[in-house]
Structure formats: structure tokens, C-alpha cells
């Protein structure tokens, strides 16, 4: 089978399916991308030129679909260049997110699309106005319905859109929702595994080192920001530092802006929200190495003793998954992005989260009480198994792309 992948950072989430069709073998597989240093033997990478952004004359609203429809059309001139070598996939299967995907039904007419959809943008009832010490300049609103044009465009296309969580699925309107195949999305559990060892070994991240005596909190997001509430996080740690001379804080992260409201000119949310409580923490205490590699990332889970998952009501990262089944005691934001994946009590404990009082009597709470600790473990790993399982996954992309081309 000839299969064409298409994400701008690749693999993106098509690593494990990727992996998997080079190892069965048999199978053709080209993968459109902008440049990067990645790589996976058996897979022949074909990069596109980065489309250059909006003019500033662009009407903010419609900068997004602007950049959509630029990539759309540089993906479109470089697929033509693949048609023009003899080379027409039995399917195309990629992220609707940016637009990539919009011109190949032109490239190739008739070929199933196979399209990933993340998040329908709305005004209320979601992220928008979630938190009020953030809240949306109704001026903006425009510009937010205006990100759906990508999300309309790429639902009138042939072939199946799909999407990884029911609350995922929940944002899109009615008519939507009906086009929509949920095909859920697991982990590899034999890399995100409980290590019983983890906690007899001193783990080193970058220059700091966490002793067999500490007690160890992890915090972890793509970009330490309110959207997955840094504030809440860091706003809590005066009182943790202060009940354990012995816990220590790992906060993973980049100092960017990934989603949401921009820090103070000339700083980053980090050292914004330090100035609000640098003199109440020991610096030595809390460690922020930015982002790690995975191997750092993964021995970090596996020694954490309590692990905090913070975010609006938007899309579930992937650090939430492979927490679980690293067997982590989670401790996580009460909103129904999160709850389709953690149950109060039953495989880690919920809050508000933005609500740093309750947010550090739960962190210890978690600490000081093994028995629930323990519970708690066995209960993450146990649901990972049940439920995020990447065979499964795989097993359901398998079949979803026999469905569509009719080949297995």
C-alpha cells in the first residue's frame, strides 16, 4: 500500500503507526513535512518551505486561514512534484490543524483522507473566559470564530475526519460531530512503565540531583503558562516547600507561549510569577530545567511522588497519558478534559485549578499518605493498560485505513 502522511512537524502523533506499517512491511510511505532533523528509517521524508506569515495589512481575524491556505498551497505544489515521479498514495493521512491537507483532494482526486481534528474554537463554555484573572477582550472573539474556517474547510473533504477524546468531539457543533470518528489514542506501556527502582538511585536533571530522601513534585507542560496553569502551580509552592524540608519541585517546560495571553513585556510567565513569590521559596528547592530530553522526562515521572497535571478546559496533553502509565500519583485540574481520563479518588485526585490553596493541601495529602499513594499508583498504571494501550490504537488506525482503501 502507498500511503502519504502529512504533518508540519513530523512524525508529530504519527510516530507509533509510522513505526508500525516499516515494520510490517510491504508498504510505500511518504511523509510531507516542513524541514527538521528528524528521521525514521523506511520512511521517505519530503520537506516543504515554511510558508511566510500574514502581512501586517492581513486583517487579524483572518491571519490563521491566510497561513492555512499559503501552507495548503505550497503542500499542493510539492505533492504535484511527487505526482509528476509516479507516486499516488492509496490514502492520505494527516493533521487538519494548519490547513496542509486542503488542496490534495485537487493533487489527487478521489484519494480517502484520513484527517486528524483537534479542537473546535468557541467563545464560552470551553477555554475562552475560563479564568478570570485572564479574561478575553470580547474585540478578540472575531478572530476565534475565525479559526474554525480550517475546521470547516477540512470537514467538507472526502474521506474520515477523526478525533482522540469524546471531549474533544464535544466541541464541534451538532452537524460536525455526526462526520466525526472518535479513534482514541493509547501509549507505548512498555516505554512509559512504573520502575520500582526509581526511587533507590539519586536521579540527576541537568545540574540538580534528587536525593533517595526527597520527596519529589513534577509539573510538566510544553510552555510553563497559564493555560496549564503555571500560576495556580507556582503560587502553591511557598506552602508545599514550607510543610517538607525534604520535597523538591521539577517544573518541565519552555518559557514561550503555546496558548493564551502573552507574559509582561520583556519577561516570561516564570519570572513573572517569581517576582510574585520568589521571597517565600528556596530557589535551590525548585528546579526548572526547561524541556528534557525523553529519557530524563520518563525517569522523572517514574520518581515523582506526586505529579500535577494543571489546564484550562482544552485538549489533553500527552504528559496526562504517560503519567498514568508511568503509574504516577496524578493530581489534576477538575475540568472534563481531564475527567474523561482521571476519577476522583479512583486513579488520582482532582481540583480546581486555579485554586493554589487547594491545590497544595492536595499535593501533600498525596505525600504524607502511602496508602493512598499506593492506591492511587495502581490505579493510574491499571487504567493505562485498560485504556491506552498503543496496540490498541494501532489496531484502530489499521482498521480505519483497510476501511477507507479497502487494502489491508
Known sequence: ???????????????????????????????????????????????????????????????????????????????????????????????????????????????????????????????????????????????????????????????????????????????????????????????????????????????????????????????????????????????????HKNLKVVMVGGEGVSYGAHPPKGETWRSAFMREIGDRIDPERVIFPGRVSYDTYLAMLQRSDAHVYLTYPFVASWSLREALACGCAVVASDVESVTEFVTHDQNGLLVNGLDPGQLADTVLRLIEDSKLNRRLRTAARRYAEQHLDMNDTIAAMMATIGELTGKK
Not at 38 to 65: C, F, S
Request: proline share 8%.
Open 1 to 243: 500500500m502507498k500511503l502519504l502522511f502529512v504533518h508540519q512537524n513530523f512524525p508529530g502523533q504519527f510516530l507509533h503507526i509510522v513505526r508500525h506499517l516499516v515494520a510490517i512491511g510491504g508498504h510505500d510511505i511518504v511523509f510531507l513535512t516542513e524541514p527538521n532533523g528528524n528521521d525514521i528509517p523506511g520512511v521517505r521524508k519530503v520537506p516543504y518551505p515554511k510558508p511566510r506569515p500574514a502581512t501586517a495589512e492581513t486583517h487579524a481575524a483572518a491571519r490563521e486561514l491566510d497561513g492555512a491556505v499559503r501552507r495548503a498551497e505550497i503542500v499542493a505544489h510539492t505533492a504535484m512534484a511527487l505526482k509528476g515521479l509516479g507516486f499516488t498514495p492509496d490514502i492520505i493521512i494527516g493533521h487538519h490543524g494548519w490547513g496542509e491537507m486542503l488542496n490534495l483532494c485537487d493533487v489527487w482526486p478521489g484519494v480517502p483522507i484520513l484527517g486528524y481534528m483537534e479542537f473546535y474554537y468557541k467563545i464560552d463554555d470551553s477555554d475562552v473566559g475560563f479564568d478570570p484573572e485572564f479574561p478575553n477582550d470580547p474585540s478578540d472573539f472575531p478572530r476565534i470564530r475565525a479559526k474554525n474556517a480550517i475546521n470547516h474547510l477540512a470537514l467538507n473533504l472526502d474521506g474520515i475526519p477523526v478525533t482522540p477524546t469524546n471531549w474533544q468531539l464535544s466541541t464541534y457543533p451538532d452537524w460536525a460531530r455526526k462526520r466525526i470518528e472518535l479513534l482514541w489514542e493509547g501509549v507505548d506501556l512498555d516505554l512509559c512503565t512504573p520502575n520500582a527502582k526509581a526511587r533507590q538511585r539519586v536521579l540527576k536533571i541537568g545540574d540538580a540531583s534528587i536525593g533517595r530522601g526527597d520527596r519529589l513534585v513534577t509539573y510538566v507542560s510544553r510552555d510553563l503558562e497559564p493555560y496549564r496553569g503555571v500560576h495556580t502551580m507556582m503560587r502553591a509552592l511557598p506552602s508545599l516547600l514550607k510543610a
